[in-house]
């Protein structure tokens, strides 16, 4: 068996190029070096002391922009499954919820005690937010000293929540897999259940958010087969073995795995999502079958070590998800929990899709790669001329950042240069892992870091999905920061990239970010810097107080109180995709639907008898609704008949009756 790694720290477990503490990979009955008490003292307080700076200054950046920006549909969306739940509503089965449902009754429970308005679920985030980045420091020091996992995290925040600070579950799901990938780095350097247990629970959580936490599940599934095999390189020799049965069920297992991936972006399948999502996943497949070569145990041995890990797993996914169930049992509901967060969401691929950037894009990505590679050349050459080589990237750098300020071509290649690493991590990874010879002369050691890098790999490698099939730009920051967390595990094992170079990309990435890509916020992400355009404040009774265009405010604050003075006691309905009008204008919502992209009411008939059944007062029409098809002519020309008086306000029509 593997010796049990008591504490991980620093030295040992970096490469000659990181600076040693002087705590490092404590083995058994192996001490560190004596020092004085005083430098111990030290020692093990700068961790913490640059953890600290690190989560002021993010708590800052992010607290700063926590009310910046909002995509109407989707706060009106968060707010109005808070209120119905809040309300005594079950997901799925009284309303269609557009997500699983969890995160409506974390939600509601803000509601009831901080109040009802959009900032509230803001707080919400920023609370995972602040438990998030001390977790995602602990998982970078994995891999550099304090201060390089410092700066790490600092530029993983730049790049993630205060670019969007809508309650989005898809900041929960990063969230989630950076906790799960914290436990499951613990794992393996300490070998106990409750680390497979607790990256299990991390996953159902997430779960309870949103379907896509089954990616960081087969992230994990994927990383098992590495462990498992990594199980070999042990200190006490073993006699060769074989075990083709189980080779064999895990070579089907793999190919399934990435067919199954194929299989899921068909429907929307182009070069560009074969690359981004299919190919990091396919790589890494690729190594645990090459590695399948080596001696190993006997195919009772393996299977029986993968099912364990597996099985933990397991418990700890299915722990809150078989809490959440409960009232859909009772309640008889459970089919209609399984439809609502199974079948309802695959509607997405037709209803809410958006192409990734085309293949040639990548081109940056891979120059960046070269740079890199270029720089690791260099070490045999004179210093100055290393110097020389930093200053030229330096200069390079620094003049796209200047020239993206006004110049879009020069923006989009500094924003592809980061959105297309996830792929050229993965492969680079994959062929480290495959050939890069080994550092430690402990075997253990040697294992335990290259299973480390893996686990880091195959979540980043998987999660990326959560881009597909709406590949909005704001999506990769849901994965920017493991695809952060990724590079920096993989640098880890090339010491010989002169620190000055990997400085630079740092600091012009951080300098992008901070200076080009937040302030535009989403719509223009990606493509091309505006100044902060949400400069007015949404000052609504239920508004929160956000930060949003001029426009936006202008037309609520007009279509708010009109709605108000016309509709008095009585009832309204709004949409297609306006759930935010009710939950600003305080009226319920009559119909069980959040999104019409879920809905299937061809020609509006189940509409028209519920406002003939109803007291509806008041009718708002939106004529640009965000993924559903405007209403049809026919439909439009009913309500008008029924709703004889109107107003415009911005793409809302307010129809009314006496």
Not at 6 to 16: A, Q
Not at 73 to 91: K, M, N, T, Y
Not at 377 to 402: D, E
């Amino acid at each position: 068996m593997r010796p049990v790694i008591r504490s991980i720290t620093l030295d040992g477990m970096l490469p000659p190029a990181f600076p040693a503490a002087e705590d490092i990979a404590r083995i058994d009955n192996v001490r560190p070096p004596a020092s004085s008490s005083a430098g111990m003292r030290v020692s093990r307080l700068r961790p913490l002391f640059i953890l600290i700076c690190v989560w002021v200054i993010s708590a800052g950046y992010a607290g700063a922009n926590l009310r910046r920006g909002w995509v109407p549909h989707d706060e009106g969306a968060f707010a109005q499954s808070a209120d119905r739940v809040l309300h005594g509503e079950l997901p799925h089965r009284d309303y269609a919820e557009i997500y699983t449902g969890g995160l409506s009754y974390l939600n509601a429970l803000a509601f009831k005690y901080f109040g009802e308005d959009f900032a509230t679920l803001r707080f919400v985030l920023f609370a995972f937010f602040l438990a998030w980045v001390p977790v995602f420091y602990w998982i970078a020091s994995r891999f550099a000293p304090d201060w390089v996992a410092g700066a790490t995290t600092l530029l993983a925040v730049v790049w993630s929540v205060p670019n969007y600070s809508a309650p989005v579950p898809s900041w929960y799901g990063l969230f989630f897999a950076t906790f799960g990938l914290a436990a499951l780095l613990a794992y393996t350097e300490k070998r106990s259940a409750k680390w497979l247990f607790a990256g299990g629970l991390a996953g159902g959580l997430s779960f309870l958010a949103k379907i896509t936490a089954l990616f960081y599940v087969a992230g994990v599934l994927l990383f098992f087969l590495f462990a498992e095999q990594s199980t070999e390189l042990s200190v006490i020799p073993r006699p060769k073995a074989r075990s083709p049965f189980y080779t064999s069920s895990s070579a089907i297992s793999i190919f399934a795995f990435v067919a199954l991936l194929a299989r899921l972006i068909h429907p929307l399948a182009s070069i560009e999502e074969y690359v981004d999502f299919v190919l990091p996943s396919t790589a890494l497949a690729t190594l645990i079958m090459a590695r399948e070569w080596r001696p190993t145990r006997t195919d009772g041995e393996r299977f029986l070590s993968l099912f364990r890990m597996c099985i933990l797993l397991g418990l700890g996914f299915t722990a809150p998800v078989l809490v959440f169930i409960i009232p859909y049992i009772k309640g008889h509901a459970l089919h209609a929990l399984v439809n609502g967060v199974l079948v309802l969401p695959f509607k997405r691929l037709s209803g809410a899709s958006m192409a990734l950037p085309g293949i040639s894009t990548i081109v940056w990505s891979l120059a960046l790669a070269a740079c890199v590679t270029l720089g690791a050349q260099l070490r045999k050459v004179s210093a100055w001329l290393r110097w020389s080589y930093c200053l030229a990237v330096g200069g390079f750098a620094g003049r796209l950042l200047i020239t993206s300020g006004y110049d879009p071509i020069n923006f989009e290649i500094a924003w592809n240069a980061a959105y297309w690493m996830a792929p050229v991590i993965a492969v680079a990874g994959a062929l480290t892992l495959y050939f890069a010879p080994a550092q430690f002369r402990n075997p253990s050691i040697e294992s335990l870091r290259r299973e480390q890098l893996f686990l880091v790999l195959a979540v980043t490698a998987v999660c990326t999905l959560v881009q597909y099939p709406f590949s909005a730009y704001i999506y990769f920051c849901y994965a920017a920061p493991l695809v952060i967390l990724a590079a920096l595990a993989v640098l880890s094992f090339f010491p010989v990239i002169p620190k000055t170079l990997l400085a630079t990309i740092f600091v012009g990435f951080s300098l992008f970010g901070v200076m080009r890509v937040q302030p535009s916020f989403i719509y223009s992400m990606g493509s091309y810097y505006q100044p902060d355009p949400e400069t007015s404040v949404l000052d609504l009774p239920r508004g929160g107080h956000l930060r949003i265009e001029p426009a936006d405010v202008q037309v609520y604050d007009k279509l708010i109180p009109m709605i108000q003075q016309h509709a008095g006691a009585a009832e309204i309905y709004a949409g297609p995709d306006s759930p935010q009008i009710y939950f600003l204008a305080k009226y319920k919502n009559l119909t069980p639907t959040i999104s019409e992209l879920f809905e299937t009411d061809a020609g509006g008939e189940k509409l028209l008898k519920l406002l003939d059944r109803r007291p509806v007062r008041v009718i708002v029409l939106n004529s640009k609704p965000a993924f559903t098809p405007p209403l049809s002519d026919r439909l439009h020309k009913a309500l008008l008949e029924r709703f004889p008086n109107g107003e415009q306000a911005g793409d809302f029509e307010v129809r009314w009756r006496r």
